[in-house]
């Protein structure tokens, strides 16, 4: 485990494969045509879209910023049978397919963070505690990022019994310390920033070259 800065490890977030899309067409269709993407990490596939993007430009200028927009499922017989939720992909529009991480990230207060390989049977909790979080700081609220963007919020102090889903590889943990009395609202917009950061890379991560595609027909 190594501490390295959070705008540092936004920097160098990968992605396998980026696609840009060349006409209007329904997530399952591009699904279709690109086969080679299930072999990725698809539970972190981004679709950005130029609007979001730009609303997202007028509270957070300083780090990077994407329009990542939340996507129901990557599953294609799902998304045919649930049209409300198969999203039509428009020309600008950019879908990203990253690399499978092994990882778990957590944050600390002072942006640094801690990558802990992930374990299936682990809590929360087990992560803090790989971090010293737990033994360091009086921790009670935490809040989840999932890779696919879905943020869950819960309390974890030992009075506690909030249930907190386990963490699947590349997710964000930022748990505050209580006794330095962070806001709420921080924490939230935190959360909801990050989530469009695409899941946390592993710390070995590196820049990597975008491929290509060419357009589609």
Known sequence: MRAVSLRLI?????????????????????????????????????WDTPVDKQQLRRWLDSLPVTGRV????????WLVANQRYNPVILPLDQIHVPATPHQ????????ELCQVTHHSNY?????????????????DKVWLIEPDGTITKGSIGYWHTDALNHP????????????????PAFSDALAAFIATQGPAPDESSTLSIQSNAAPLA
């Not at 160098?12 to 080679?36: G, K, N, Y």
């Not at 809590?123 to 921790?139: A, G, K, M, P, W």
């Not at 748990?175 to 330095?180: R, S, Y």
């Open 104 to 111: 778990v990230t957590v944050i600390n207060d002072k942006g």
């Open 70 to 77: 939340p996507v129901r499922s990557t599953d294609i017989n």
């Open 10 to 46: 936004l920097l160098i977030l990968s992605f396998v494969m980026t696609c840009a899309v060349a006409q209007p067409l329904r997530l399952s269709d591009w699904l279709t045509q690109h086969p080679e993407a299930a072999q990725e990490y698809l539970l972190g596939l981004s």
């Open 123 to 139: 809590s929360i909790q087990d992560y803090l505690q790989q971090c010293h979080l737990r033994e360091v700081f009086n921790t």
């Open 168 to 183: 699947a590889p590349g997710s964000w943990i930022w748990a505050p310390p209580t006794d330095q009395h962070w806001n």
